[in-house]
């Protein structure tokens, strides 16, 4: 079938539906492989002193902390939906990552990370200045 030349307000236009936000969010299960959590581990590795705040930017059921949790003193996940497993230390922040500014502070986390994210954007240019913008000063 042909793409929605109109999808409903919140939706998106696919190759031959429309599919919710938040539909297609579930979809993925909510998480990465552990290789790619390990990677962004060692990535931050000498990086980041310890304590502070990280940021999971499309967290899914938040699989980055189990990796990192040791590293920092809070843990903000936001995503579409909150995915079971999500950790229960952590908070979780409700954003549909298309839609607009990400509904957190400037300037607000220590490290602010993305694990495979931005391939499922429309607008990918969009996510990295609501990074930008919500990692502190001389953050990562």
């Not at 909510?30 to 581990?41: C, F, L």
């Not at 909150?82 to 300037?107: C, K, Q």
């Amino acid at each position: 079938s042909a793409p929605c030349a109109t999808p409903p307000p919140g939706w998106r236009t696919c190759a031959g539906c429309c599919v919710e936000t938040r539909d297609r969010a579930r979809l993925s299960g909510g998480a990465s492989g552990d290789p790619i959590y390990r990677a962004v581990a060692h990535a931050l590795a000498g990086r980041q002193p310890g304590g502070g705040m990280l940021i999971d930017v499309g967290c899914g059921s938040g699989r980055l902390w189990d990796h990192l949790a040791g590293r920092f003193a809070r843990y903000v996940g936001a995503d579409a939906v909150r995915y079971d497993g999500f950790p229960a230390a952590g908070e979780f922040v409700a954003a549909d990552l298309d839609a607009g500014p990400l509904p957190l502070p400037d300037d607000s986390g220590d490290v602010v990370a993305a694990v495979e994210v931005i391939e499922h954007l429309e607008n990918p240019r969009a996510l990295v200045r609501e990074l930008a913008r919500v990692c502190r000063p001389g953050g990562w």
